[in-house]
C-alpha cells in the first residue's frame, strides 16, 4: 500500500479507542440512565457526536471483534466463534486478511493496543502490528505477569474475591459466576492497572509524535462490564438495589418464541435466583461501568497534559450488549434481542460540533473505515464498513434506512440473520420459529408477532429486502431463504443446477 501523500499527511489524527466488552447502551447518562456515574463518558457525547443506532455486526466477542480489525462482516471473515467454546469454527483470520492496523503502520503509525484482544486464538494483536503486553482470554487475565509485576512494584494486594453470586444449573451443578465483592483497592484493579499501561503508552507516543511528526492509533480494551462483575467495594455498593428498576422485559414467558431462549435462559440460572439478586445484579453491573468511566477519565486527563486533545480523534463503544436480567438471561448467546446487538457508540473528532446527535443505523463495522479515513488512507479493503466522518461532521448524507446483523452459534452452531428497521424487526431462526417484533408498540420485544395476519404485509417485505441484501452481500444464508419463505419472485434457479435457468428469468416482467 502506497505512503499517505503529503495534503493527508498534514491532516492525519491520531486515534484513540476505548472498547468495553458486553456493555449496555442505557447503562449510560448520555444514553437516559439517571442512575448512572458516568461523567467522563457523557462528556465525550457532549463534546461529540452520539450514535443512538450503533449496533454490532454480531452479539459475540471474537466475531465482532474481527469485524472490527477487517471491517468484513462474519460471514465474510469467517472467524465465527470464541475459542473457548469453538464447536469447529476457524480460529483465526486468514493470513492475508486486510486489517486496519496493519495499513496504519504501513502509512507510518504508531500503533498500540492495551488489554482484550479476543480476534483470533494463535495469532496475537502484536501479529497484526499493535504495541503493548499480551493479555489472552476472554476475562481480566489476574494472573498475567504483568500485571502480578504491577501490584508488585506498588505493594499492592492480590486479587481475592468473596460474596459470590450464582445460581444452580439444570444439572444440579453451580451455575456460572456472575459477580463478586473483590478485596483490593481501587488502584489494584485490572482496570485500574489497564489504565495506568495505557497512559504510559500514551506518553511514548505523544513523545515520538513531537520529535518525529509520527501519529498514533491507540486501543485502550477493557475485559469488563462483561461478567462476572468483580468489583471493590467502592463500586460493589456503588448504587443501591432498591433505586434499580427492573427491565420489563423480566416478565419474558417466551411464548411464541424459539424454545432456545427458554433453555439458555435455564443455562443462566435465571429462576433459580430471586428477584432481589437481580436487582442487586444490575446494580454491580452499573457499578462495574462507573469504574471504567474513571479510569476511561484517567486516560482522558492525560491526553489533556499531553497537549492530544486537538489533535487526536476518540471513540468510544464495545463489541456487543449484554442481557442481565433481560428476557430472564444473562450474557449474551442465540436471541437477537436490542439488549445485546444496539450498543453505545461515541466519537470526537477535533474541529466536528459536539453535542450532535445521530440516528442513523450504524455498525461497530463502520469503525474501520473511519479510523482508515482519519488516516487518510483509502478505507476501499474494509467492504462492509462505510466512514461515520460525514455524519460526525452533522452532514445530511444518504444512508440505509435498516441494518442488518448475524449470529453463527457459541455453545453450539445456530445460525439467525435479523433486519433491524425504524419500526420493526425481524429475525430468521431456521431450525425453529421467526421472530418479528413492532418495535413501537412494543419495545421489550415481548410478542412475537410473526405469524399475525394483520402483519402480512410487514413480514413479506422485510423477508424480501433481508434476502436481497444476504444476495448482494454473497451472504449464502438466503439460499435457505429462497425455498422456504415468501421472497418474491426471483430470476435465477435456486438449485444453483444451471439447468433450468429459463423458467426462473421468464418469471421476470
Not at 457525547?45 to 471474537?62: H, K, L
Not at 479510569?295 to 480523534?313: P, S
Request: aromatic share 10%.
Amino acid at each position: 500500500m502506497p505512503a499517505a501523500s503529503a495534503a493527508t499527511e498534514a491532516s492525519r489524527k491520531n486515534v484513540l479507542f476505548l472498547m468495553t466488552d458486553q456493555h449496555r447502551a442505557d447503562t449510560l447518562g448520555a444514553y437516559g440512565n439517571g442512575l448512572a456515574h458516568t461523567p467522563v463518558l457523557d462528556e465525550l457525547a457532549a463534546t461529540g457526536t452520539r450514535f443512538d443506532r450503533w449496533y454490532t455486526p454480531t452479539a459475540i466477542c471474537t466475531p465482532a471483534r474481527a469485524s472490527l480489525l477487517t471491517g468484513q462482516a462474519p460471514f465474510r471473515h469467517r472467524l465465527l466463534a470464541n475459542h473457548e467454546r469453538n464447536v469447529g469454527y476457524l480460529e483465526d483470520l486468514a493470513e492475508d486478511q486486510f486489517t486496519f492496523s496493519r495499513a496504519l503502520r504501513e502509512h507510518g503509525y504508531n500503533c498500540g493496543l492495551i488489554g482484550k484482544w479476543h480476534a483470533g486464538n494463535r495469532r496475537t494483536a502484536a501479529d497484526y502490528g499493535f504495541d503493548g503486553p499480551e493479555l489472552p482470554g476472554w476475562h481480566n487475565p489476574v494472573d498475567h505477569p504483568d500485571y502480578l509485576a504491577y501490584l508488585a512494584e506498588r505493594g499492592l494486594p492480590p486479587y481475592e474475591i468473596s460474596d459470590r453470586i450464582r445460581g444452580v444449573l439444570p444439572n444440579g451443578g453451580p451455575g456460572n459466576l456472575l459477580a463478586a465483592r473483590l478485596h483490593q483497592p481501587v488502584e489494584a484493579t485490572f482496570e485500574h492497572y489497564l489504565a495506568t499501561r495505557a497512559i504510559e503508552q500514551l506518553e511514548q507516543y505523544a513523545a515520538d509524535s513531537r520529535e518525529h511528526g509520527r501519529p498514533f492509533f491507540l486501543a485502550l480494551h477493557f475485559f469488563g462490564p462483561h461478567l462476572p462483575y468483580i468489583l471493590p467495594d467502592e463500586y460493589f455498593d456503588l448504587v443501591d438495589p432498591a433505586d434499580v428498576e427492573l427491565p420489563r422485559s423480566i416478565a419474558e414467558t417466551f411464548h411464541g418464541k424459539p424454545p432456545v431462549q427458554r433453555n439458555y435462559s435455564a443455562h443462566w440460572t435465571f429462576d433459580t435466583m430471586p428477584i432481589e439478586t437481580t436487582r442487586k445484579l444490575i446494580a454491580v453491573y452499573w457499578g462495574y461501568v462507573a469504574l471504567i468511566d474513571r479510569q476511561i477519565g484517567r486516560v482522558m486527563e492525560a491526553m489533556e497534559r499531553l497537549g492530544l486533545v486537538d489533535d487526536t480523534a476518540v471513540f468510544f463503544t464495545c463489541d456487543h450488549g449484554e442481557f442481565t436480567g433481560s428476557h430472564r438471561l444473562h450474557d449474551k448467546g442465540p436471541a437477537m434481542y436490542e439488549d445485546i446487538y444496539r450498543t453505545p457508540g461515541l466519537l470526537r473528532v477535533p474541529g466536528a460540533p459536539g453535542g450532535v446527535v445521530r440516528s442513523e443505523f450504524v455498525s461497530l463495522l463502520d469503525c474501520t473505515a473511519t479510523i482508515l479515513d482519519l488516516a487518510g488512507i483509502d478505507p476501499k479493503p474494509a467492504t462492509d464498513s462505510r466512514s461515520l466522518l460525514p455524519l460526525v461532521h452533522g452532514e445530511a448524507v444518504e444512508w440505509d434506512e435498516d441494518i442488518v446483523c448475524e449470529f453463527h452459534g457459541h455453545h453450539f452452531p445456530y445460525p439467525q440473520r435479523m433486519l433491524r428497521e425504524d419500526r420493526y424487526k425481524l429475525v430468521v431462526n431456521p431450525d425453529s420459529v421467526n421472530e418479528l417484533y413492532d418495535l413501537r408498540t412494543d419495545p421489550d420485544e415481548l410478542q412475537n408477532v410473526y405469524a399475525h395476519p394483520e402483519h402480512a404485509e410487514v413480514r413479506s417485505r422485510m423477508m424480501r429486502r433481508l434476502y436481497d441484501v444476504l444476495r448482494e452481500r454473497g451472504d449464502n444464508f438466503y439460499h435457505w431463504m429462497t425455498s422456504m419463505y415468501d421472497v418474491g419472485e426471483v430470476a435465477h434457479d435456486p438449485t444453483l443446477s444451471g439447468l433450468d435457468e429459463s423458467t426462473y428469468h421468464k418469471q421476470q416482467p
